[in-house]
């Protein structure tokens, strides 16, 4: 197995484990605001999804991300996350006001895995292996592969971590069996 394909199967099966996570959550979990300074179920999903599109299809490959061109209006949410910078400082708050219709997120998030997995599949080990300079985010020289295992599944990953555990702090079964 070659590195492009590993990096396929491994996004693969992050959003499938993400998207089990997900099955059973109601419209009341997504939005339940948990004490702290944790975020809701919904905005933490949106988070994922939102950041896989902006960086595989806005960032590495310099286009428009899908909530921008295709899926504008379409994602199910009711604001798009701030962006990096001056509109981040806002981020807390964007959690606890989002509005999410989960069908229709869920949908969007279909569309997002399935371009991430088109492009993946069209990179050769030679393009995942050239060095990409993210000094400009304190990151210095890493790979495309780095990037993609770190920044988009490793993200995931993460993410479905912290969606397990909103869910068992409400409750619920965190991990399917």
Do not use: F
Not at 34 to 61: C, F, K
Not at 85 to 114: C, I, M, S
Request: hydrophobic residues 40%; negative net charge; contains cysteine.
């Amino acid at each position: 197995m070659d590195t492009v394909a590993l990096l396929r199967e491994q996004l693969k099966d992050a959003h499938r484990l993400l998207e089990a996570v997900l099955e059973d959550v109601t419209p009341e979990m997504a939005h339940w605001i948990p004490p702290g300074q944790a975020n809701p179920v919904g905005a933490t999903y949106a988070h994922v999804v939102l950041t896989e599109d902006r960086t595989i299809n806005g960032a590495i490959q310099r286009g428009t991300p899908l909530y921008d061109g295709a899926w504008a209006g379409k994602t199910g949410l009711s604001e798009l996350m701030p962006s990096r910078g001056e509109a981040w400082k806002d981020y807390a708050n964007w959690t606890r006001r989002l509005r999410v219709d989960l069908p229709a997120l869920r949908t969007y998030a279909a569309a997002v895995y399935a371009a991430s997995d088109a492009y993946l599949a069209g990179l050769t080990p030679d393009e995942i292996a050239r060095p990409r300079d993210l000094s400009g985010v304190g990151l210095g020289q890493v790979t495309l592969a780095w990037i993609l295992s770190r920044e988009v599944i490793g993200h995931v990953d993460n993410i479905t971590g912290e969606i397990s555990c909103l869910k068992g702090l409400q409750g619920q079964k965190g991990y399917p069996t």
